[in-house]
């Protein structure tokens, strides 16, 4: 199971299943989905921080501040790992946006899609901080589109 860089400026982190990650349904829980972002997530920050030499990301803090997860297949546990791309759709001052595609590195079932805005945070000052150019450029480097979601109105 490795993580790497992928084309089209996504990163692509793989991740296991475990079993008591079912329903009684059958199912991965949908709880367990930001379970499996979380794990990416902390995955291609390390990536990502850690390549361009600002690793202030990962000492200072990040904070999660939404996150919107449309389910779109039914995910059963399996030995393989479920694929998770990430890329970045928005920088803000203090704040960037992610959108992720959970599949099957297999096949071309998209399990379910989802977008996250996080916040960089300082936490001795227990408030957000703007990101440092050092940050900006980590995060450029894997710039895209929005997730392809349906929009509510």
Known sequence: MSDHPSSSSRFTAK??????????YGHVNNVQYHRLLEEARIRAFSHWFHASGSERMLRSGVLLARQEIEFLSQLTYRPEPVSIEMWITRIGGASWEMAYDIGDPDSETVYARAESTLVAFDTAAQRPRKLGEDERSALRAYLGEPAAMRRRR
């Open 15 to 24: 991740i296991g299943l475990r079993w008591g990650d079912m329903d009684a």
